[in-house]
């Protein structure tokens, strides 16, 4: 079964904690220094907050995480068929998770994340830091045309493979 995902970039964490626990009724499922996660039931959904990437707050990504592997093959074959432009990540680690993923990019330019979670790891990612401002990101990267990018988010021109760092 499928869970949509979706992943925000805030200037403030605790301030947005307080907040979307309200608003959800729950509290969050995981919280780090820089990343708060929600697992609902009601509607199913991953969501997701961070203060890395994004230069300013708002949404950072879209996706869906499936329960196992043939669903994300499901998805990725829905991908191909359609023949969009993606990513594909492979198992790979990001947002305290160890996870099979692969990416795609609406013609709006807003990264979608197809993921299979693999299990938890205690650091955001495992990957070298990257960038001047040494925020780690995710290894490979496709096709935003927003500049600034989360360590999760694939960034690059349209229907273009770049790594991140």
Known sequence: MKRF???MHVDDLPQNIAF???LFGAGPTR?????A??????????FAISTRGHARAGLDHLGFQVDDAAELGALKARAEAADMAMLD???TTC???RSEKHWITDPQG???EHFHSLGSIPVFNESVACAPAAVACCPTAIATPAAASSCCEPRATAHTAKACC
Do not use: T
């Not at 919280?31 to 990343?35: K, L, M, R, T």
């Not at 996660?37 to 991953?46: A, H, I, S, T």
């Open 5 to 7: 995902h979706v992943h």
């Open 20 to 22: 979307y626990s309200r």
């Open 31 to 35: 919280v780090e220094s820089d990343y």
């Open 37 to 46: 996660k929600w697992m609902l039931e009601d509607p199913r959904v991953n």
């Open 89 to 91: 990540e492979g198992e």
């Open 95 to 97: 947002c305290y998770a």
């Open 110 to 112: 807003v990264a979608w």
